[in-house]
């Protein structure tokens, strides 16, 4: 049994503080709804551009909204962007190249525009354009935002009618789960299964409304736990990904699959997961599943990730590792900054 408390030392960026708020920012970052204005109105499809931990908003707004929403992860936009699309710049640095070009490509096809941010290169170019900028709270990691980046958005396309779940019930289904991976609690679910992944390369499956919370525990575990890991989905997986099994006891045998589980699954989709789950086990490759909880299916991905966010934290500090520190991304950025591009 690892000794949680020493463990805790290696926060001293203190990741844990953002963690245990995120319900609290939820209800926070619903009252900046307000802030998107409802001008904009009249779009037919909705563009996100965003990278890392600001995009990961876009892909789950895609989940659940009712219109067309595409999160543009690039310096370039698809051709199809026009005057019909709400455009939505994410960067919580507003410092990102990718999205600062992408959206000054998008500002010359539409103006249905809005970005979300704690100010930077994006709110000053924001208020050149005269475009409304939602103000993110400064003091996070970018990753460590979510609910800043993602909630206002959530609010205001709920408000419009173009959310399928009720946004304002997320934050008390994941009350109870905060009480119980706080570092205070014993017999702590994400302690747990952060032991189970302790030393393995996690591959992390997700289907439908969890696909993006896949996504999400993939990147968390590489920045908090500064850790290879990897994802897939179902069904897709099941035509390509499941034939990589049949040498992977060789080659991968550090590897373990996670199953993100919800009521929502497709019952296709659960039916290939206990098959899935035989197959891993007649090959001896490791597995484990883990079932989000809540009434809606907004409320059970929003519990999958905020669980998977506090199984990388516990990750990190099993690992030896501070959480919070990125620096291969912030060394890239300088890198690519001593050789400015058009941006
Ligand atoms: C850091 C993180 C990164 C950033 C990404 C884009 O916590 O998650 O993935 O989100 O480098 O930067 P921003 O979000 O400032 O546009």
Wanted: overall charge neutral; aromatic content about 10%; proline content about 6%.
């Amino acid at each position: 049994m690892p000794d949680w408390g020493n463990l805790l030392a290696q926060d001293a960026s203190r990741m844990v503080e953002a963690l245990r708020s995120f319900p609290e920012q939820i209800e926070r970052a619903l009252g900046l709804a307000c802030r998107v204005p409802n001008n904009l109105q009249g779009f037919k499809n909705v563009v996100v551009l965003g990278m890392g931990g600001s995009a990961i908003a876009g892909d789950l707004l895609a989940r659940f909204s009712t219109v067309p929403v595409v999160t543009v992860r690039d310096y370039e936009l698809p051709t199809w962007v026009n005057s019909d699309t709400l455009l939505i710049a994410i960067s919580y640095s507003g410092e990102t190249e990718e999205t600062l070009s992408a959206f000054r490509e998008g500002l010359r096809r539409t103006r249905r525009a809005v970005a979300l941010t704690t100010g930077g290169a994006l709110a000053a170019l924001c208020e050149e354009r005269d475009i409304p900028w939602v103000p993110v709270p400064p003091g996070f990691q970018p990753r460590a935002a979510l609910a800043f980046l993602l909630f206002p958005l959530l609010g205001c396309l709920s408000r419009l009618g173009y959310v399928r779940d009720d946004p304002a019930r997320v934050a008390a289904a994941l009350r109870g789960l905060r009480d119980a991976c706080v570092p205070e609690h014993q017999a702590n679910p994400a302690q747990d299964v952060a032991q189970t992944l302790f030393g393995r390369i996690p591959v992390i499956y997700g289907a439908g409304i969890t696909v993006p919370v896949a996504y999400r525990w993939k990147t968390q575990i590489n920045e908090n736990a500064k850790q290879p890991a990897y994802w897939a989905e179902l069904p897709e997986l099941c035509h390509n990904e499941i034939v990589g099994y049949e040498l992977a006891g060789k080659v991968f045998a550090q590897g373990i699959v996670l199953f993100l589980r919800s009521s929502f699954d497709h019952p296709r989709v659960a039916r290939r997961v206990e098959i899935l789950k035989e197959v891993l086990s007649s090959r001896g490759l490791a597995f484990r599943e883990v079932w989000g909880q809540g009434e809606t299916a907004l409320a059970q991905a929003l519990w999958l990730l905020y669980f998977g966010d506090w199984v990388s934290f516990y990750l990190a500090l099993l690992n030896g590792v501070d959480p919070t520190p990125v620096r291969p991304i912030q060394e890239l950025k300088k890198r690519l900054k001593e050789t400015a591009g058009s941006g």
